[in-house]
């Protein structure tokens, strides 16, 4: 029988306390985590190795934890990124956002709720044991959807890039096809923290999918809005 791969996660934080408590509590869940205590050493960490999330602490030495984050996002779009900061303003946690972080938490937080939130992570980037491996790709009348590369191959050879959040809320629904997926589980997985884009920001979404995979954008036969409740694909 073959050794299940122990997902790898990178833990960026300068607090040794901290730092040591966190490792061991990702340890017990079955991780395998490398440690960095200041910005250079884990830029230098991503560059050497590949790791399934990052966990980045915002005030560190040598480089702080924003310039960790761009310089990351540089070379690699995909790897999630989960800031943990002291600091509680919005326009930290927006900064933190635009650089491309996933998530973000504010020190002191709850354990299990940061464990919480690294599962829903890498559920969303497609790794964590619930995410089926047949869902790596899916083909739709003739579409053939990729999330890994999170590309979409039209019946006419033409090819389509998707967002990370399209891609995310694709698979989502395809995962769950025939299921009404509540507008809270979509926040929950696809965008994983609480600065939430609103209904009409999904509705888009779902307007996005039709006009691609649809014959009639106007009469719909796989993405649906379900009124109050959430949203459907069905085959």
Known sequence: M????KLSILLVEDEENLHEALKLNLELDGFEVTSAFDGVTALNAVQAEYFDLIILDVMLPEMDGFKVCEAIRLDNKEVPILFLTAKNSSA????????GADDYL???????EMLLRVQILLK????SAEVKESLNSYNLDGF?????????TTPANKSVSLTKKENALLRLLVERKNEVVSRESILEIVWGYDVYPSTRTIDNFIVTFRKLFEKDPSEPTHFFSVRGVGYKFIE
């Open 106 to 112: 504010t020190k002191p937080f709850n354990l299990e």
């Open 124 to 127: 969303r980037s497609g790794l």
């Open 92 to 99: 930290d946690k927006i900064a933190g956002l635009r650089l």
């Open 144 to 152: 053939q959807i990729n999330f890994q590369n999170m590309m979409v």
């Open 2 to 5: 073959a050794i299940e791969k």
